[in-house]
């Protein structure tokens, strides 16, 4: 097994810029679920989907995050337009369906906002 | 909705020794308790977990404790070595919470040669 795909890696653009990260969840896996990562405020769960469909969202900052799941291996999440404070480590995490199921996360992708 | 508190945030052992990370949880329905690791500039990393069905469950060096009356469950690492320095998170779900875990903030444990 892959285990969960992100890209890219890293990250580095202006202010300004449209961002966007991208996530394949390990093949079975029905949940996929974004996390943001700073010093400061920890891991932040920004949305989460099952069978494609966003479950909840409220974790998501503002309005210049979007994000979509076309199909079960693949996620998007959008920043339009980025701003310095966007700057963090996104996860992306998937799962089965059930309860008490462990999350798996990818490598992440390191943000940089100039 | 659930809260999970983590303490301590840092702690810092000589190798060889035990270490021992507590969390508390604020929802009694909460039955699922997994416990990451996550070393600096890597991916959060499942160690052990456990259901609330059980009160201790043990993988080699390390078990996880859950007292459910007291809404508490701690992670236990003997024989410290090095390779156990990181990040550790705790995290609990409900049922029906559809998978979704609330975090910890995390514990920096190092491991001092």
């Known amino acids: 097994d892959a285990g969960v795909i992100q890209s890219p890696r890293h990250e580095v653009t202006e202010m300004g810029q449209e961002v966007t990260l991208r996530c394949k969840p390990i093949?079975?896996?029905?949940?996929l679920f974004w996390y943001r990562q700073t010093m400061m405020r920890g891991l932040e769960l920004l949305i989460y989907f099952n069978n494609n469909v966003p479950i909840d969202d409220s974790g998501m900052p503002e309005d210049r995050f979007s994000a979509k799941m076309p199909n079960a291996s693949f996620s998007t999440l959008k920043i339009q337009p980025s701003e310095p404070r966007d700057s963090a480590v996104y996860f992306c995490?998937?799962?089965?369906?059930?309860?008490?199921?462990?999350?798996?996360f990818g490598d992440g992708t390191r943000l940089s906002i100039l | 909705g659930e809260n999970v508190e983590q303490h301590p945030s840092t702690l810092s052992v000589q190798e060889g020794d035990s270490a021992v990370i507590k969390c508390t949880y604020s929802?009694?329905?909460?039955?699922?308790f997994p416990w990451y690791k996550q070393e600096l500039g890597k991916r959060p990393q499942l160690i052990i977990d456990i259901r609330s069905n059980v009160g201790e469950k043990k993988d080699q060096r390390i078990a996880v404790t859950l007292n459910k009356t007291a809404k508490h469950f701690s992670l236990h690492i003997t024989e410290t070595q090095p390779e156990d320095s990181a990040v550790y998170f705790c995290?609990?779900?409900?049922?029906?919470?559809?998978?979704?875990?609330?975090f910890g903030k995390g514990t920096k444990l190092s491991v001092k040669p």
């Open positions: 995490a998937s799962s089965y369906t059930g309860d008490g199921q462990p999350q798996h």
């Open positions: 995290a609990a779900s409900k049922r029906g919470s559809q998978g979704n875990l609330i």
């Open positions: 093949s079975g896996h029905d949940y």
């Open positions: 929802d009694s329905a909460s039955n699922y």
